[in-house]
């Protein structure tokens, strides 16, 4: 059996560190970290993930906005909404819930964001100095699974990663992450993705999998090599007949590749708690190096 990566204990612990060190400065007479999140439309998954978010600032002492408008809101609105947080004293950082509805054009609005405040890390200025190895904003999920792997010593130097997926949340920066000259990095890195014929030939050469393309089970136990580490990005919702309605599901089939693995991500409970604890660090980070 596998030992866990057990995200939800982890993201506790760095979420107390954080209210520790938000208490103390709230003790110093100083305002604490101030995050807004933009919210359009009712995505089901979109208004969990931000309402989270919210909750976690509670959690560690920030204050937290909400900002929600409706599905048919123009993209000049949202870009003069921008404006004003980018110019905002009160505001250390934000974020636009991803995706967007169709008559947005999502990378103008990234652009847009002032990036000392883009805390998702998503703007070509701050993903460029995270490619160039420069001090900035990391992407959450990516920045979640090396804290992970950092905080449980996995070694990574030398190692063969495969990343499957590469979206520019996930797969695309964690791609670059894992190759840095960091711990945990040094690897060699391989991306897969929807036009990589026969995944399992190179899954089952890899030390390290990071498996994220929303598709429930996908990696199962003869795809994997003995001992292989084994991340899992993935949270489908399918629905079942419980209270909710749906239950969340990963990329990986846990029962089968538990049994292979050396370390392996549950979901829920592993990489999506990494997530929302470091988008607080990075806040915070936002707060600390503010101009204000
Ligand atoms: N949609 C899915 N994940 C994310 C995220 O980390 N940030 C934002 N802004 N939108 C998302």
């Known amino acids: 059996m596998a030992q866990i990566l057990d995200g939800l204990k982890v993201s506790k612990e760095i979420k107390e560190e954080i209210r520790i060190e938000v208490e103390k400065i709230v003790q110093n007479h100083r305002r604490p970290p101030h995050l807004v999140a933009i919210l359009v439309g009712k995505n089901g998954a979109s208004m969990t993930y931000v309402n989270n978010k919210i909750k976690d600032c509670h959690e560690v002492g920030f204050r937290s906005s909400l900002l929600e408008f409706p599905s048919t809101v123009s ?10 947080l980018n110019k905002s004293k009160e505001v250390d950082g934000f974020i ?7 008559q947005i054009d999502q990378e103008k609005i ?4 002032d990036p000392r405040k883009d805390v998702d ?9 995270m490619a160039l190895e420069m001090d900035t904003f990391l992407p959450a999920t990516p920045f979640g699974i090396l804290t992970l792997l950092e905080r449980y010593q996995i070694d990574t130097k030398g190692k063969h990663c495969v990343i499957i997926g590469r979206s520019r949340i996930v797969g695309k920066p ?5 190759g840095r000259k960091d711990f945990p990095g040094n690897s060699t890195v ?6 990589t014929p026969h995944i399992e030939q190179y899954t089952l050469k890899a030390d390290i999998v990071i498996t994220a ?15 292989a580490v084994i991340v899992d990005v993935g949270i489908t919702r399918v629905e079942d007949d419980s209270k909710k309605g749906y239950r969340l599901v990963g990329d990986v089939d846990f029962e089968s590749c538990n049994d292979k693995a050396s370390w392996i991500t ?3 409970g592993g990489v999506g708690p990494m997530t929302r604890a470091m988008l607080m660090k990075n806040t915070l980070l936002a707060y600390k190096t503010s101009v204000y």
């Open 110 to 113: 990234i652009m847009a964001i």
């Open 266 to 268: 549950p979901v829920p």
């Open 121 to 129: 890390g998503f703007h070509p200025e701050n993903f460029g100095k």
């Open 213 to 227: 393309l929303g598709d429930p089970n996908f990696l199962k136990a003869n795809m994997i090599k003995d001992g």
């Open 75 to 84: 993209e000049a609105e949202l870009l003069e909404k921008i404006d004003e």
């Open 174 to 178: 964690m791609s670059i992450l894992m």
């Open 96 to 102: 636009v819930q991803l995706p967007l509805p169709p």
């Open 190 to 195: 391989t991306l897969t993705h929807s036009y």
